[in-house]
């Protein structure tokens, strides 16, 4: 209910009667898209961090997944990065991905250049046409962003994880294009300085398009990349990182063969994991009177446990990554009441 008494579908249908929309404050004005185009509501499937070339099972559990989302007929799919590499190895892997009977959207992850690929080649393999673009779907405006610019100087060492010049020129046109409630994508998150290294300057855009618009146009952000579960919201705008669908990376100090000698032979970073027992992913639903819902999964560890091996909590945010916790939230957040 807003301050008006009256509550987002009231507002929305108001603000389609020509003069009445007059009557509603410019804080609380919804987006509006053209008749005929708005849905009551939107849903999609979204899945980070399938590392088809660490997993072993990395096909079984994109299987799942697309099943899944076929059988609830959601409107699309995204996936948030580090999915496969352009090699043909991975053909099947993304012949599974192209069985959803609808549109399927894409990511770059750092990892999916891996072996000295380029970006382009990693698209053209992947079917997919630009490293940032945006998509309309059921009166909502979504955003994909690539959080692998390369800085030019005083670069952190590492991956590349920058958003240069010309795409936040881009992202701040694309913004003022729209009317509509809009909800980004990224691999690595927007919300952290251990993420997109200009992380502030591309949270002022959206900060600046929810001001220009007079109300909150810039929902939310998903992104993957750190493996937690984790919501953080600045200044209205929701910041949520979904778990990978397969497992939380512990690194050489300590490693575990879980598996055969075949396996782990073939798949030689895998012990550098504790692999989730089931995958991980989440179906988002997008409310035209103003509700994000999110339903995820729960799974457990492959033992020995993150705990069991000495692991230390993630510096991320110990507090909501707990150790031993494999899952995507259940999440319900409303479009106004961000705090």
């Not at 509550?7 to 009667?17: C, K, M, P, S, V």
């Not at 009445?20 to 919804?30: D, E, F, K, N, Y």
Request: net charge negative; aromatic share 10%.
């Amino acid at each position: 209910m807003s301050k008006t008494g009256l509550t987002r579908r009231d507002i929305l249908r108001l603000a389609g009667i020509g003069a009445a929309s007059s009557l509603i404050p410019s804080v609380l004005r919804p987006c509006l898209a053209k008749q005929g185009e708005q849905k009551e509501k939107v849903r999609f499937g979204i899945c980070a961090d399938v590392h088809k070339d660490v997993i072993q099972d990395a096909d079984r559990r994109l299987k799942i997944f697309i099943d899944k989302m076929n059988k609830q007929k959601v409107d699309f799919i995204v996936q948030l990065g580090d999915f496969c590499r352009p090699i043909p190895a991975n053909l099947d892997f993304l012949a599974i991905w192209k069985q959803f009977s609808g549109p399927g959207y894409h990511v770059l992850g750092n990892h999916d250049t891996d072996g000295g690929f380029t970006r382009e080649q990693t698209l053209e393999f992947w079917g997919a046409e630009n490293k940032y673009y945006s998509f309309d779907t059921g009166g909502f405006h979504f955003v994909v962003l690539d959080g692998n610019d390369v800085k030019k100087e005083n670069r952190a060492p590492g991956y590349p994880r920058f958003i240069g010049a010309e795409q936040l020129d881009w992202l701040k046109a694309d913004l003022e294009r729209t009317d509509n409630f809009t909800f980004l994508f990224s691999h690595q998150s927007l919300e952290n300085d251990q993420s997109i290294e200009n992380n502030a300057d591309v949270r002022q855009v959206l900060e600046d398009a929810n001001k220009a618009a007079g109300f909150q146009k810039v929902v939310a952000s998903f992104s993957g990349h750190h493996h937690i579960d984790f919501l953080r919201t600045i200044n209205n705008i929701h910041y949520i990182q979904i778990n990978s669908m397969s497992y939380k990376w512990v690194g050489e100090k300590y490693r575990h063969a879980r598996f055969s000698p075949e396996i782990e032979k073939a798949h030689p970073w895998v012990s550098y994991t504790v692999p989730y027992k089931d995958p991980l992913f989440a179906v988002v639903t997008l409310t035209a009177d103003g509700i994000l819902k999110i339903d995820g999964t729960k799974s457990e560890f492959v033992p020995p446990t993150p705990s069991e091996l000495g692991y230390p909590s993630d510096s991320l945010d110990p507090a909501a990554d707990e150790n031993d916790a494999v899952r995507i939230s259940d999440r319900e957040l409303s479009f106004a009441d961000a705090q």
